[in-house]
């Protein structure tokens, strides 16, 4: 008989940097087994790797590996909070709640279930998740619904009746988008390939209450033929409609954004500016939000973003700041990065605080610093500070599979604090560092 679905593997049967748990069926030829021939299903808990690929770790994680091995067995808990800690992404819509989950987390000893969806790399394996975004789905029907009843003719004071905490949202659409009637033959394309989307997420969201739990595979085969319907298969009704907007807008082959080097070199060979913002914005249509990830921190923003680029051309919205959520996510990254490498290294949060004091970062780390180490506490212990260190280079690398800004675009994007590199520089040049602790570690003391 198989062991049960979703129960984890045996301690001894998973190497340092690594979780696994039984598939609840006996192996096939291919799958990995135990000696029983219990299907195991292994994944690396250092995000977007997959076995094989630890050859190519760097010397931090093999140092964090080399404490792990030093610990003993691990209890399920601690093994939970590792394998959450693995899961989580700085994109994530519910970022730095699901921050501050993990750190409440280490600090008990003991997740909280159902815990927060927090990234989507291998999350909640084997224990219930719940969202950290109430009203998502509810939100994404509104605008929907907007949209759909824009298309048919409808006015828009008969949404803001409907619809008053979105009346803002509705009289921006309206008004980026004009008429209906006046809509050109390539506007009303978009605005079907754009609907096409909210299709998709309507059934297969990442982010809504209730979708978190285990899916039959009945329901995971249904959510991958959508997937390849609107996105990834070239006969689907998305990519069709993709073709047929570029030929009707003498544009090149529309493809997402981050299908690198040929969205580039397309968009390059575009002299004419309007044809460029329109190839712009059909290209952030087709990427949807990061292709299938509704529960980016940025999905209504790129939603709206999609409208008017539709309605005036360009993808860019005048009234909106730029880069600032981006910003904001450097900021908190930075504050929770230094709080736990000081911690590792024994610094009182008091004193660390009365230095920043006198220095001027260009914003306050205080908030995310305190929270460390009120969750954290003073007590230290080797599993402690292990699992301190697995979050402190969480949120430091955090490389994204399938999302590089360069010529190879699986090589990795990093989305944690190494991508804010001006605000790393300022931060050396006022001489704070977050890597004290590591660069101690690995003897690279300077």
């Known amino acids: 008989m198989a062991k049960k679905k979703n129960k984890l593997v045996p301690y001894d049967m998973v190497s340092p940097g690594f979780e696994?748990?039984?598939?609840?069926?006996?192996?096939?030829?291919?799958?990995?087994?135990?000696?029983?021939?219990?299907?195991?299903?292994?994944?690396?808990?250092?995000?977007?790797?997959s076995p094989g690929q630890e050859k190519d770790w760097d010397e931090e994680i093999r140092h964090i590996n080399s404490m792990q091995s030093k610990l003993g067995d691990l209890d399920d808990s601690?093994?939970?909070?590792?394998?959450?800690?693995?899961?989580?992404?700085?994109?994530?819509?519910?970022?730095?709640?699901?921050v501050d989950e993990l750190l409440n987390a280490i600090g008990r000893g003991k997740l909280d279930e159902p815990s927060f969806h927090n990234g989507c790399w291998c999350s909640a394996m084997w224990w219930e998740q719940k969202t950290t975004q109430p009203f998502h789905i509810e939100s994404m029907r509104t605008i929907h619904a907007v949209l759909?009843?824009?298309?048919?003719?409808?006015?828009?004071?008969e949404f803001i009746k409907r619809y008053p905490h979105a009346?803002?949202?509705?009289?921006?659409?309206?008004?980026w988008l004009g008429s209906a009637s006046k809509?050109?033959?390539?506007?009303?394309?978009?605005?079907?390939?754009?609907?096409?989307?909210?299709?998709?997420?309507?059934?297969?969201?990442?982010?809504a209450p209730g979708s978190h739990s285990p899916l039959k595979e009945s329901e995971l085969q249904d959510m991958e033929a959508l997937g390849k319907d609107v996105f990834y298969d070239e006969n689907g009704r998305g990519p069709r409609l993709d073709a047929e907007i570029s030929e009707l807008a003498g544009l090149?082959?529309?493809?997402?954004?981050?299908?690198?080097?040929?969205?580039?070199?397309?968009?390059?060979?575009l002299k004419d500016k309007q044809k460029q913002?329109?190839?712009?914005?059909?290209?952030?249509?087709?990427?949807?939000?990061?292709?299938?990830?509704?529960?980016h921190h940025n999905t209504f923003r790129y939603i709206e973003g999609w409208i008017h680029g539709i309605g005036t051309g360009r993808l860019g919205i005048p009234t909106r700041k730029?880069?600032?959520?981006?910003?904001?996510?450097?900021?908190?990254?930075?504050?929770?990065?230094?709080?736990?490498?000081?911690?590792?290294?024994?610094?009182?949060?008091?004193?660390?605080?009365?230095?920043?004091?006198?220095?001027?970062?260009?914003?306050?780390?205080?908030?995310?610093?305190?929270?460390?180490?009120?969750y954290l506490g003073e007590k230290k212990t080797p599993v402690k500070e292990w699992l301190v260190a697995c979050l402190w280079y969480t949120l430091t690398y955090n490389p994204m599979a399938g999302y590089s800004a360069g010529p190879d675009p699986m090589a990795g994007y990093p989305v944690g604090l190494v991508q804010h590199k001006e605000l790393l520089e300022r931060a050396e040049q006022v001489g704070i560092s977050p890597r004290e602790w590591m660069d101690s570690a690995l003897g690279n003391d300077s």
Request: charged content about 25%; aromatic content about 12%; glycine content about 8%.
């Open 20 to 49: 696994g748990i039984y598939t609840g069926k006996k192996s096939s030829s291919e799958g990995e087994s135990d000696d029983a021939g219990n299907e195991i299903h292994r994944w690396p808990v250092f995000t977007w790797t």
């Open 78 to 98: 601690t093994r939970q909070i590792r394998a959450h800690i693995g899961s989580l992404v700085p994109c994530d819509s519910g970022f730095p709640v699901t």
């Open 148 to 157: 759909t009843g824009y298309l048919a003719g409808k006015g828009k004071e």
């Open 167 to 175: 009346a803002n949202f509705i009289n921006r659409t309206y008004e």
């Open 183 to 207: 809509l050109t033959d390539v506007q009303k394309l978009m605005m079907e390939r754009v609907l096409l989307i909210f299709d998709f997420f309507s059934k297969s969201s990442f982010t």
């Open 252 to 269: 090149p082959k529309i493809r997402p954004e981050w299908d690198y080097p040929p969205y580039l070199e397309a968009f390059d060979k």
């Open 277 to 295: 913002e329109l190839y712009k914005t059909c290209c952030a249509i087709a990427s949807g939000i990061h292709t299938a990830s509704d529960c």
């Open 322 to 374: 730029a880069q600032s959520e981006k910003q904001r996510l450097g900021h908190m990254l930075f504050g929770y990065v230094l709080g736990l490498d000081k911690w590792l290294v024994g610094m009182p949060m008091q004193f660390l605080l009365i230095d920043l004091g006198h220095i001027d970062l260009g914003f306050d780390p205080k908030n995310e610093i305190l929270r460390v180490y009120a």
